[in-house]
């Protein structure tokens, strides 16, 4: 590739970053039915053609905002590696909860499944599990290739997770702290009863 390829290929990918960046304000509480290309469009300030040329369609767009707000939340969950693991943990459930807060119709979408079952948003819900399972196990154990018990034990936590930030979501009024704390101890109740069946895996010690 020479130089004047090299500069259009970054201006191309500068674009399209730029209007998924649009596209994370515009959906961050408007659910996908709600907004047609002709509002994406005027929002965005271009013609509806530049949107389906890097995208294909409205859901080729929705699908690259999601994967992109998945990528932020799922580095969020994987920051904090010079914590104690209790802390690590912490931070990582309340960068969740953060993103949860201020991705509301994003969230709802990646853990209800999109427009009907949607296969690939499902996928996405699934990367977004394991690399929190990930995240999690790391700061518990420090590593994350645990047993099978373990990771169903916290599957479980993290379906807990969903279902009470979808709650909270759709119900404002407790703080993202009081949250954020009660599912820090859940999970710790959760890690005892791991160490229960496998004692190789201890829980760590409360702070």
Not at 58 to 80: F, N, P, Q
Request: proline fraction near 4%; charged fraction near 25%.
């Amino acid at each position: 590739m020479n130089n004047s390829q090299q500069r259009g290929s970054d201006r191309s990918a500068a674009r399209r970053a730029e209007l998924i960046a649009i596209g994370r304000k515009l959906f961050a509480d408007t659910s996908y039915d709600a907004l047609s290309m002709d509002d994406i469009a005027r929002h965005a300030g271009v013609a509806k053609g530049l949107i389906y040329y890097y995208f294909k369609s409205k859901r080729g767009y929705y699908l690259a905002i999601i994967e992109d707000s998945v990528a932020d939340l799922v580095a969020r969950a994987g920051r904090h590696d010079d914590l104690p693991p209790v802390e690590r943990v912490r931070r990582t459930v309340d960068g969740y909860l953060r993103y949860a807060e201020n991705h509301q119709a994003a969230y709802r979408t990646i853990i209800s499944g999109g427009v009907g079952f949607d296969a690939e948003v499902h996928a996405i819900r699934d990367g977004v599990r394991e690399a929190l399972i990930g995240a999690i196990a790391e700061g518990a154990y420090g590593r994350k290739d645990i047993p099978q018990l373990a990771r169903t034990a916290l599957i479980g936590w993290l379906c807990g997770v969903e279902g009470i930030t979808l709650d909270w979501i759709d119900r404002p009024g407790l703080a993202r702290e009081t949250v954020g704390s009660l599912l820090v101890r859940t999970l710790g109740d959760t890690l005892r009863v791991i160490e229960y069946f496998e004692p190789s895996y201890p829980a760590p010690a409360r702070p």
